[in-house]
């Protein structure tokens, strides 16, 4: 499982949403076992909004509402985008960024999640477990 943090309104997610880079990386592994799963935190993010912005950016996978902030808090997801990679027994194998470039500067970056999914398929630990995510904040019902 991949569970992508989100948030319509944050520009690091319009940038990602507007190069693809999820819509790809989840197509790239559509004929797998693999399922990507959006959640928006976002207190003032209401469905229709997500449901608005999945549209536009022709997602394939549904984006969840956590408008209490309740699995992003059990997550520790702290900003959007923040991705989790998850094997089949439920354990946390990838945490952090989705790549190395956090200013879209980077002609070749090096896509954390999409290695760490390819591993963890192939019954191996990602090259790396955790990288620190960039984008904005998360924002949670009462912060």
């Known amino acids: 499982v991949v569970l992508e943090w989100t948030n319509p309104t944050c520009p690091y997610v319009v ?3 507007t ?3 999820m819509r790809t990386l989840d197509a790239a592994f ?3 076992d693999v399922v990507w799963l959006a959640i928006d935190s ?3 993010v209401v469905p229709a909004d997500s449901a608005a912005a999945r549209e536009a950016a022709q997602l394939a996978y549904p984006v969840l509402q956590d408008p209490h902030g309740t699995v992003g808090r059990q997550y520790g997801a702290r900003t959007t985008p923040h991705m989790f990679v998850i094997d089949r027994e ?3 194998r990838y945490s952090g960024a989705i790549d190395d470039d956090p200013r879209g500067q980077n002609a070749t970056p090096i896509n954390h999640v999409d290695r760490a999914v390819r591993a963890v398929l192939a019954g191996q630990a990602p090259p790396v477990s955790s ?3 960039y984008g904005c904040s998360v924002k949670y019902e009462g912060a």
């Open 15 to 17: 940038r990602h949403t």
């Open 19 to 21: 190069a693809g880079t």
């Open 131 to 133: 990288t620190e995510p």
């Open 30 to 32: 559509a004929d797998t």
């Open 42 to 44: 976002t207190r003032t």
């Open 90 to 92: 439920g354990k946390v």
